[in-house]
């Protein structure tokens, strides 16, 4: 069993930053990648950045150029920094990892993020 605790979300005015941080139970080199991923209300879950093991980051379109996915592999825990935000960047926001050896996927219970404009 995988337990991810996201933490940093809270509310922030247009054009502020926010740093979200995700600690993981166990060593992330178990897992192959992890990720943040934003729900908005209504909408379905969609992906914002992800990092694999070998260090490879992938990022949704809409927040290139503003946010940056890292990992301290010491401290187990991926951060998603979050700059130039946008009211429309408004969601609640998830941890998600994926076990190297199972393909399991696992999820933390979101933090909220609220862009006042």
């Known amino acids: 069993q995988v337990q991810l605790v996201e933490a940093g979300g809270g509310l922030v005015q247009a054009g502020g930053s926010l740093r979200l941080s995700c600690a993981a139970s166990r060593s992330i080199f178990t897992f192959n990648d992890m990720g943040w991923y934003l729900q908005a209300p209504g909408k379905q879950r969609e992906m914002v950045a992800t990092?694999?093991?070998?260090?490879?980051?992938n990022y949704a379109d809409s927040v290139k150029g503003r946010f940056t996915i890292s990992r301290d592999n010491a401290q187990n825990t991926v951060y998603l920094q979050m700059n130039s935000l946008k009211p429309e960047d408004s969601a609640f926001y998830y941890c998600?990892?994926?076990?190297?050896?199972?393909?399991?996927?696992?999820w933390g219970q979101g933090t909220q993020v609220t862009v006042s404009s």
């Open positions: 998600r990892a994926r076990v190297r050896s199972t393909w399991n996927v696992y």
């Open positions: 990092i694999t093991s070998g260090g490879i980051t």
